[in-house]
């Protein structure tokens, strides 16, 4: 459809069909928008550190959509001006091998840093271990996750270098606590004191998520019966409550007059 103005004779079509091809990518770009963020709604039983996955991962799904849309939209009005998109498609196919090839580290980066945030394998606030270094996850990125120990040492790791990992806050952690007690002490005085401590104890131990427990004899030693006692307790807690248990058993057993006995050197006079 042409329409002559003078001498200039102008195609309305080449100027209405890319009109409503803009048009249309708008719609679809924006009823798209609104799908992902009513399905990926917040939910309030979630963590804060969930829901920022969430939101950078809809942020992520939004910015791809939109490129393809506007790729998409170019290439249809490109053809209603008789340009042949089939060549500069076949461009575009050599180009972005061209550009994988010389970016295919950054790639796994983002390529794993996606499957991380979607599959939840770890989070922020997580011990975890990997590589033989080991601490407390405090950022997750899509190319990379930070991870710092308990010297404050700070390790930045590629994403697509994080695998075989070890997470120690997917569970709840034991607190084991080995008690070396005198041969001298009776059976019957030491399982008194034991469950005078546990009664004194449970429900009273920080972070402890169960009862405390005493496994028996764990070992016959050259000067000393080991007991052993255990708690479960939350992630990586353990060693706090190991070491409140360490104190409290002292105090039940000095109270009690039960024996912890110790190294002695005896030096005998050579007259």
Not at 43 to 69: D, E, F, G, H, W
Not at 144 to 168: C, E, L, P, S, V
């Amino acid at each position: 459809m042409n329409v002559k103005i003078g001498n200039l004779t102008i195609d309305l079509l080449k100027i209405i069909v890319p009109i409503i091809y803009i048009v249309i990518g708008i719609i679809v770009f924006q009823i798209i928008k609104q799908i992902i963020i009513k399905t990926s709604s917040s939910n309030k039983k979630l963590k804060i550190t969930q829901l920022q996955r969430i939101k950078t991962l809809k942020s992520l799904i939004i910015n791809i959509i939109k490129y393809i849309i506007i790729i998409l939209v170019v290439l249809a009005i490109l053809s209603t001006f008789g340009i042949n998109v089939k060549s500069i498609m076949t461009g575009l196919g050599i180009g972005t091998a061209l550009i994988g090839l010389a970016f295919q580290d950054l790639a796994k980066d983002l390529i794993a840093g996606f499957s991380i945030i979607t599959e939840g394998e770890y989070e922020v606030g997580d011990t975890i271990e990997v590589g033989g270094f080991m601490g407390e996850v405090v950022f997750i990125g899509l190319r990379t996750t930070r991870i710092r120990n308990f010297k404050g040492a700070t390790k930045i790791i590629a994403n697509h270098y994080m695998d075989n990992i070890i997470n120690y806050s997917a569970n709840n952690s034991l607190a084991v606590v080995d008690v070396g007690i005198s041969y001298e002490n009776k059976q019957e005085d030491i399982d008194k004191v034991f469950e005078k401590l546990f009664k004194r104890l449970n429900g009273n131990v920080p972070d402890a998520t169960k009862d405390l427990e005493c496994w028996g004899v764990n070992e016959l030693s050259d000067s000393s019966v080991v007991y052993r006692v255990v708690v479960e307790t939350k992630p990586m807690k353990q060693f706090a409550v190991e070491r409140f248990l360490r104190k409290e058993i002292k105090k039940e057993f000095d109270a009690s007059g039960i024996k912890i006995p110790y190294t002695q050197i005896e030096v005998h006079n050579g007259k």
